[in-house]
């Protein structure tokens, strides 16, 4: 048979300027480096995923195993099935008192894809969406996806990385059309106090502008009561809640997320659902339901847990000259600022650098990290910021320990 003759044009592989956009997750090039150097036998302390180290509960993974011997097996309704939806429902009212109907629920395979489709079901080419930095990865490039334009707001490290509703206000234009927050935050661990989120709802509210307030972390606050947007009067119909089962039960790779936002909206959401991923997996939803109407007894363990961590974190990074970090309120990482030890640093840090081996960025920073200490972390590139390192401090007390003892080592190498 003769070999078929592909047109110059069509052998080359033009992607769509869509995809073109966006970048492979940063956090992901980190972990593909890390997998190589760990398959060339290195140790490695892994403080680069931000995923739970705690195995997801028994009563979850046996409603999962019912599931399958049940033969739950088959398509459901693509924004998941109602027992789910009114389960999620549940859940948010019994935690933070609010009141969403089924049908202003929409599960998803993970918050990611709750917010991806939330971003393409409400941005025009050239929207302005406001975002806090330093901001998860994932919004940005769904925004530029989307041809959104990124708005960044340039928070304060000083003052905790906290957004304030003032500063929301002077970026509004008309062209506003979405306002995102996280909090906690990934990666800075900064929790918006309660009255302060209920000021940013009212002046987005009031210029027209949506609300994207994603919650994953609501549950991991270690300062204050877990808070809910969704529970302030009037809030539903500016609001787009997203919730995520993957950090609250230990199920990342489950993947069960949800939005929740007015039935319009979650209705669009379903349209573009339906065309992609349909519903997510059938086994999950019923562990879902099992993670949210069973006992929430392992949610308190691992907040306790994590809060026994992050004290141990931040006062061993604080006993390392030349780093700084804010204490994260929420969340499980820790974002230590690293600026005396880059090239750029001192201008920002005004204090005495660490510089003298020549780093140009936290990317460079971090890759050396990882050769010659064998530590994993995320560079703040990755989070719109040039002078911090992203830790998860979702692993073992002893781990943890490791890590920063070659933490403490690598940095003092690199003043001397
Ligand atoms: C801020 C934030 N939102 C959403 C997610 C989505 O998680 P998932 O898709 O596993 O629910 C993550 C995961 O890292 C996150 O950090």
Redesign the pocket.
């Known amino acids: 048979m003769n070999k078929v003759q592909l047109s110059p044009r069509a052998a080359e592989i033009a992607l769509s300027q869509r995809v073109s956009r966006i970048s492979i997750s940063s956090t992901a090039a980190v972990v593909m480096e890390a997998e190589k150097l760990r398959a060339e036998g290195a140790d490695l302390m892994d403080f680069g995923a931000?995923?739970p180290d705690f195995p997801t509960p028994e009563n979850i993974k046996e409603a999962a195993i019912r599931a399958i011997r049940e033969d739950f097996s088959k398509y459901t309704a693509t924004g998941g099935t109602m027992e789910l939806r009114a389960a999620i429902a549940y859940r948010h009212a019994a935690d933070f008192g609010t009141s969403y109907a089924p049908s202003e629920i929409i599960a998803t395979?993970?918050?990611?894809?709750?917010?991806f489709n939330a971003i393409c079901s409400l941005i025009n080419p050239g929207d302005e969406v406001i975002l806090p930095v330093p901001y998860?990865v994932?919004f940005h490039d769904v925004i530029n996806y989307a041809a959104g334009r990124p708005i960044l707001l340039e928070t304060r490290e000083e003052e905790n990385f906290n957004l304030t509703a003032e500063m929301v206000k002077e970026a509004l234009t008309p062209r506003t059309r979405l306002v995102v927050l996280?909090s906690p935050?990934?990666p800075s661990g900064a929790v918006i106090p309660a009255q302060e989120l209920e000021r940013i709802l009212e002046v987005t509210a009031r210029h027209g502008a949506w609300l994207l307030s994603?919650e994953?972390?609501c549950h991991f606050v270690y300062d204050e009561a877990p808070f809910s947007l969704g529970s302030l009067p009037g809030a539903k119909d500016h609001l787009i809640l997203?919730g995520?089962?993957?950090?609250t039960y230990a199920m990342?790779g489950w993947?069960?997320?949800y939005a929740m936002a007015p039935a319009k909206l979650t209705s669009a959401m379903v349209k573009l659902q339906s065309h992609s991923t349909s519903n997510p997996s059938s086994i999950a939803q019923k562990a879902a339901v099992e993670a949210l109407t069973g006992p929430q007894d392992s949610v308190k363990l691992m907040l306790r847990e994590y809060q026994r961590r992050r004290d141990f974190v931040i006062e061993k990074l604080r006993e390392i000259s030349g780093v700084t970090c804010t204490l994260p309120r929420g969340?499980f990482y820790a974002y230590p600022n690293v600026s005396a030890f880059l090239e750029s640093g001192d201008r920002h840090r005004g204090h005495h650098s660490h510089k003298k081996a020549g780093n140009t960025s936290s990317n460079e920073l971090a890759k050396k990290l990882l050769r010659e200490s064998g530590v994993v972390v995320v560079p703040g590139e990755a989070f719109g910021t040039l002078h911090h390192l992203r830790l998860s401090y979702a692993n073992s007390m002893e781990n943890l320990a490791e890590g920063l003892k070659r933490l403490k080592r690598f940095f003092s190498e690199q003043a001397n």
């Open positions: 931000g995923e395979a993970g918050g990611k894809q709750a917010i998860w994932t996280n935050c990934n994603d994953c972390y997203i995520s089962l993957s950090k990342t993947r069960v997320g969340a």
